[in-house]
């Protein structure tokens, strides 16, 4: 512990807590200071002057980032008929009815995503005291309720990510990983910053874009400037 105690405090000396960074300096410095023997993941953090209380306010829904997040994720689709082929063609990794919704009041949870068609949420939405509090159930804002299988699972084999604001106006989304080529990254968040701006609502006042950071996993928090973000 000693020794990755030194490391963090060697690699804190590199970022200057009140200096505000452009996102490629801050992209350079997330991948300098990543002292983790594993390659670690890059999250963005965006501190929104919302006020999640107002249903207009509270955020929610995904994007596709055009690099990915450096993760193959899971899916699991419930649904029926001819939809179950329409799945596994498309890439889901799971696909079927009611025994998957047995598997999962069971205790199984072999998947990172559930896509379902509209058809199938009243049995799922049974398992809400059980999805819910692990952020899994199906929501038609994230496009994992829908009866387009195919676009659905394939978006989100390719990198699609969910976001949702907390009670104090965060929004946290990974957006790759260190071993990731710089401008990869820049442009995976430049994506992101950009849905932030066009889901602004109209009724918030003052300052929208409050601060955005940038951290890999156990390395330091670096501040991007939002105004030196160039489209």
């Known amino acids: 512990m000693a020794s990755i105690g030194k490391k963090h405090t060697e690699v804190?000396?590199?970022?200057?807590?009140?200096?505000?960074?452009?996102?490629?300096?801050?992209v350079e410095l997330v991948k300098k200071t990543s002292y983790v023997k594993f390659d670690a993941s890059v999250e963005i953090a965006f501190r929104l002057g919302l006020n999640p209380r107002k249903a207009e306010q509270n955020l929610r829904g995904a994007v596709?980032?055009?690099h990915g997040t450096g993760k193959t994720r899971t899916v699991l689709v419930?649904?029926?008929?001819?939809?179950?082929?329409?799945a596994i063609?498309?890439?889901?990794d799971y696909a079927g009815d009611v025994e998957y919704i047995n598997k999962i009041q069971q205790g199984w949870f072999e998947f990172d995503v559930i896509v379902a068609t509209p058809d199938m949420m009243p049995q799922l939405g049974k398992?809400?005291?059980?999805?819910?509090?692990?952020?899994?159930?199906?929501?038609?804002?994230?496009?994992?309720?829908?009866?387009?299988?195919?676009?659905a699972v394939s978006e989100i084999k390719a990198g699609k990510v969910e976001y949702r604001v907390d009670k104090a106006g965060n929004i946290?989304?990974?957006v790759g990983k260190v071993s990731f080529d710089a401008n990869k990254l820049v442009e995976n968040v430049k994506t992101l910053h950009d849905t932030?701006?066009?889901?602004?609502?109209?009724?918030?006042?003052g300052v929208y874009m409050k601060n955005i950071t940038l951290t890999s996993?156990?390395?330091?928090?670096?501040k991007v400037d939002p105004n030196q973000i160039i489209k």
């Open 217 to 222: 996993t156990m390395g330091p928090g670096i």
């Open 196 to 205: 932030m701006l066009r889901i602004k609502p109209s009724t918030v006042k």
């Open 89 to 92: 063609e498309a890439g889901a």
């Open 64 to 66: 596709v980032l055009p």
């Open 172 to 174: 946290h989304v990974p």
């Open 127 to 151: 398992l809400g005291r059980i999805l819910g509090p692990k952020g899994l159930m199906p929501n038609p804002k994230t496009g994992t309720v829908t009866t387009d299988i195919a676009k």
């Open 12 to 26: 804190l000396k590199l970022v200057n807590k009140a200096q505000l960074y452009s996102l490629e300096e801050a």
């Open 78 to 86: 419930i649904t029926q008929g001819d939809k179950i082929n329409e």
